[in-house]
């Protein structure tokens, strides 16, 4: 019973609750215990909130007894990524600053949730900050991969993800600002969506770059992730970034997609994203979800969008940016971590040292890169140009969306890599984002959905769909016609 | 505490240098609410009640723009005669304060919402300036700092301090003038001048409170000295902490002699951030910053482009209310003023008093009376400004008409007026209290003329011999006798009634 709870979608626990068939409550505690048995590995979840997820559980379960209309995910658990403020829960952002902080309020991704009777089963693990691509930034220790232990499950988002793999919650939440979302993702066997920017509130998410952070769903089927999609997304009027525009129809297309037939669909196979520095497992694995595509009646053929060779530089300078900004309020004033406060430091002299000890080496590492960025007679050389790039990555957009419907990519260059493998080299860790940037500084709509294993590792790959802004609903019908034509692929046995 | 500094005279500064000004004034607006969340915009308050995760600066929060204060902006920049952006941005000003809650503060950089626009400010002899605006931005204000310990009550040598965030987050309109030369001996009045005219500017629109000693309205005066010798553009400083109209004046003032007497003795000045102390008139060099600020300002990405439509500008320019240069021009048409007479009533701050006053109900004449005499010696008396008088328009223009009605003679209105100033209530409730009713009771008032006949039978005498002037004896006796609430021109009728 347990193991059939588990492993069942979001999708099809929420029939059964919604039925009568089993309890929320029996669903949550499947998942409650699967965290305990299996945390101890993966360390996916900084923080479970048993009683919490009992507690909504136990409503939804009450007004399900009640004939209550109950909304299509109401009961089915989830696991929420540590950048997303819960009122009175903790949220570290996987970081030493924020320790023992209980937000007095919640996002609006978190309310949104809460209102819609989805179970926050806990917060997941991430890089610091939500700097990184492997989870190995977390100030809590990394998150394993559960394909693999000795590997990342990728970041930011890793424990997210992770969750998802090791069957500890069929939902997740994850913030993208390069890739946090679709790479890990990608590593780990599931689907991740980086809806188009501003289609989801940010209130409540802990800002890393404000221009590029877009939360999204995250499930281990596209149809999970797309009824995800609709619970989270629509415009907040705490948030002037976000769009006042109907949320695209993402369940409806995945439904259809389901059908399997893509016939009059346009692919743009993206020429940038092949060839050196793509391990060839993965670049096979691309190739035959190519041909399947094809199958499906799709018609493909290769696009080329130049300016995307310099998103990742034109990222690696808006992002620390705009986060060396953001950071900055972390200061031992009014919440977090204190060190050195002992009546003989100045105001000073005690942020200096609380910022010192609390943020880690890749987070400084970016308020570096983006104070020297954004200094006076460099902001032009730095910044400036950078958005120049990002202009014209939207326009290769433009251009490559007037001729196909979707754009489609491997999601990273290669399968999960080795714990330690990369921690030391920041350019190597970096280009786990190559694929995935270019979304992010265009505002567009991307995903990831497993493609399978590679033939050389088994190990997860991930083929990435992108659409133009508020289409979000082309990417998941190509990936759901997709993801059927594909089956299954096994799971991790952990 | 103050270290002795070298100050050149006055006339010595004119003769040698030419001052040119520079002022930035921080406007707060009175909008209900706070510049990017729906916290209460109020002064005062218990520390630390109007907050939320936004003014706070809490992780995950985001600022959403106030559309009043977007209009109070535009509206502001109208009024200056600035151009308004199409298309503006904030920009994030970075640097770490702890009572600025995200160690940023949103304001606007390179693309403000109003610019190029100019003030004609009159000075005290008439002569009228034109101030040429730069720029006028909006902000957000940060919380306060109380510095606890330590002899200055700056932070350097507190032993600890205390942070108050209510006013983090208050919409702030900065309005920044061009470069100010050629006004040389009377700078240091142009500068007080601007300042008023702003402030009046303001008032009439009604976007601000406007009170430099709550700090809704503060000014930075920037100061430097051109030796006339070369005619080259000297360093400025910057000077904070003026609190009042007259402090700006004594601020410009010292800066222009404290510079000069640097420059005479083969110094320079350092370009700085200087504190005005009131108390001693004088300025004090800010805390020595160990590196440049560098503000490192970027587009805000939390908040969209803000592209006020043309549409929208020329209503706001439809609302604008009768500008205080225009409604000068206005009153001293109405009530027939000299320049003389209209600029005395201006530089007394009497103009919006007199004219609630005429508001109210009283003939200008009247009202202007009572304000630049009686009102303008009390005022004196207790060393506080006109406007600061415990006693409203409209409690003024009710003792007028109590005078006019013959309820009060002049005389008792005065002690009425007393009454309201001393917080006994209203000048009816004053009249109730201190018994000042004119006796009007002519039985009594014929008794009390009886009795003073009787007690000087000689005068009464010359009286009845047609001597009339002898009167004017009786007529004392009666108003000492009824202490002055008798109308003396009745008691005057029934005295040479009796002796008929």
């Known amino acids: 019973m347990t193991n059939d709870l588990i492993h069942a979608t979001a999708a099809e626990l929420a029939a059964k609750i919604h039925s009568g068939e089993v309890s929320s409550v029996e669903v949550t505690r499947a998942h409650l215990d699967r965290i305990s048995e299996t945390n101890g590995k993966v360390n996916s979840f900084l923080h479970v909130d048993t009683e919490g997820a009992l507690a909504q559980a136990r409503k939804v379960d009450d007004a399900v007894k009640a004939g209550e209309k109950v909304s299509p995910l109401a009961g089915v658990p989830l696991a929420l990524k540590d950048v997303m403020t819960t009122e009175g829960v903790p949220t570290t952002c996987g970081s030493k600053m924020l320790e023992g902080w209980l937000p007095p309020y919640d996002a609006t991704v978190t309310r949104k949730l809460k209102e819609a009777g989805v179970v926050i089963l806990g917060k997941t693990n991430m890089d610091e900050f939500a700097m990184g691509s492997s989870t190995e930034n977390s100030a809590y220790g990394p998150t394993r991969n559960p394909w693999d232990l000795e590997r990342i499950p990728g970041g930011s988002g890793g424990g997210s993800s992770a969750a998802l793999a090791a069957y500890q919650a069929p939902l997740a939440i994850g913030t993208d600002t390069g890739g946090s979302i679709r790479q890990p993702g990608a590593v780990t066997g599931t689907v991740g969506v980086k809806p188009t920017y501003g289609g989801v509130s940010r209130y409540g998410l802990v800002a890393f770059s404000s221009s590029l952070d877009q939360a999204g769903p995250c499930a281990r ?17 705490m948030d002037s970034t976000s769009i006042n525009e109907p949320v695209p129809a993402v369940v409806a297309a995945a439904r259809e997609g389901l059908n399997g037939d893509l016939s009059g669909v346009r692919i743009g196979v993206v020429t940038q994203f092949q060839g050196e520095g793509y391990q060839p497992g993965v670049l096979r694995s691309f190739q035959a979800a190519v041909s399947q595509l094809k199958e499906l009646g799709a018609e493909i053929a290769d696009v080329s969008c130049p300016s995307f060779d310099y998103a990742l530089p034109a990222y690696y300078l808006i992002a620390p940016s705009e986060c ?67 202009t014209l990555i939207t326009q290769d957009f433009q251009k490559a969306f007037a001729t196909f419907d979707v754009l489609i990519s491997p999601t990273t260059p290669t399968t999960a890599f080795k714990i330690g493998e990369r921690a030391n080299d920041p350019m190597a860790m970096y280009k786990a984002d190559l694929c995935t940037i270019p979304a992010n500084l265009a505002g567009t709509p991307a995903m990831s959905v497993p493609s399978g294993l590679s033939d050389e590792d088994g190990l997860p790959v991930g083929l990435q769909i992108m659409a133009p802004a508020l289409q979000d609903h082309r990417m998941y019908r190509v990936a759901a016609a997709y993801e059927a034509a594909r089956g299954a692929f096994g799971g991790p046995s952990l | 505490m103050t270290s002795l500094v070298e100050l050149m005279d006055y006339d010595e500064v004119i003769e040698k240098y030419d001052p040119v000004l520079g002022l930035e004034v921080h406007v707060e607006l009175h909008t209900n609410t706070k510049m990017f969340c729906g916290c209460a915009n109020e002064f005062g308050g218990e520390p630390n009640t109007h907050t939320c995760p936004t003014c706070l600066g809490l992780p995950g929060s985001l600022p959403v723009v106030n559309g009043k204060a977007v209009e109070s902006a535009i509206r502001i920049g109208l009024a ?16 770490f304060y702890p009572d600025m809650p995200k160690n940023f503060q949103t304001s606007q950089y390179d693309e403000p919402i109003a610019y190029n626009g100019w003030l004609d400010v009159t000075l005290d002899d008439g002569e009228v300036i ?10 957000e204000d940060t919380g306060k700092s109380l510095h606890v310990g330590g002899a200055t009550g700056r932070i350097h040598g507190a032993e600890h301090s205390l942070l108050d965030y209510n006013r983090a987050g208050v919409p702030l309109i900065e309005i920044v003038t061009k470069m100010i030369p050629g006004t040389g001996r009377r700078a240091p009045e142009v500068a007080r001048a601007y300042v008023t005219a702003l402030r009046d500017l303001l008032k009439a629109l009604d976007v601000s409170d406007v009170r430099m000693d709550q700090g809704s309205l503060r000014c930075d005066a920037n100061v430097s000295l051109t030796p006339k010798a070369t005619g080259e553009l000297g360093t400025r400083t910057e000077t904070k902490n003026v609190n009042s109209l007259r402090s700006v004046e004594r601020a410009v003032r010292f800066e222009m002699t404290r510079q000069a007497a ?32 560098d503000y490192r300002y970027f587009p805000e990405p939390d908040l969209v482009p803000i592209a006020p439509s043309r549409e929208w500008v020329e209503e706001l320019r439809g609302t604008l209310p009768e500008l205080p240069w225009e409604r000068r021009a206005r009153i001293q048409k109405e009530w027939n003023l000299t320049d003389e007479v209209l600029r005395d009533l201006v530089n007394a701050g009497a103009l919006d008093l007199i004219e609630a006053t005429v508001v109210a109900g009283a003939k200008p004449d009247e009202a202007r009376s009572w304000w630049v005499s009686y009102l303008a010696q009390q005022a004196n008396a207790r060393g506080v400004e006109l406007t600061d008088l415990p006693i409203t328009p409209a409690q003024v223009a009710r003792v007028i008409e109590l005078v006019n009605s013959g309820a009060l003679t002049n005389k008792l209105a005065r002690e009425a007026v007393n009454g309201v100033l001393e917080g006994e209530g209203s000048p009816d409730e004053v009249v109730e ?61 029934i005295v040479l009634a009796r002796c008929s």
Not at chain 1, 221 to 237: F, M, P, R
């Open chain 2, 80 to 95: 200056l005669n600035c151009e308004i952006a199409e298309w503006c941005r904030f920009a994030r000003k970075n640097y």
């Open chain 2, 130 to 139: 034109r101030v040429e605006i730069e720029r006028a931005h909006m902000e």
């Open chain 2, 433 to 493: 209290k201190r018994g000042l009713k004119v006796v009007s009771d002519d039985s009594a008032l014929e008794k009390a003329v009886d009795e003073a006949l009787a007690a000087q039978p000689d005068v009464a005498q010359k009286i009845r011999d047609g001597k009339v002037q002898a009167a004017g004896a009786i007529v004392g006796a009666v108003m000492k006798a009824t202490k002055g609430q008798a109308d003396a021109a009745r008691v005057r009728e």
């Open chain 1, 221 to 237: 089927t596209v149809l999970d992730a797309a009824l995800l999609h609709e619970v989270i997304a629509g415009y907040d009027e």
């Open chain 1, 324 to 390: 060396s900004s953001n950071l900055a309020r972390f200061d031992a004033m009014r919440y977090g971590l204190r060190v050195g406060d002992d009546g003989t430091r100045s105001t000073e002299e005690v942020m200096s040292l609380t910022r010192e000890a609390g943020f880690g080496p890749e987070v400084k590492r970016r308020i570096m890169i983006g104070t020297y960025a954004l200094s006076s007679g460099y902001y032009d050389a730095y910044y400036g140009s950078a958005q120049k790039v990002r």
């Open chain 2, 262 to 293: 640097v420059l005479a003795s083969g110094g320079t000045v350092t370009q700085e951030t200087r504190h005005f102390d009131e108390s001693s008139g004088t300025t004090s060099p800010g805390r020595k910053k160990e590196t440049a600020e």
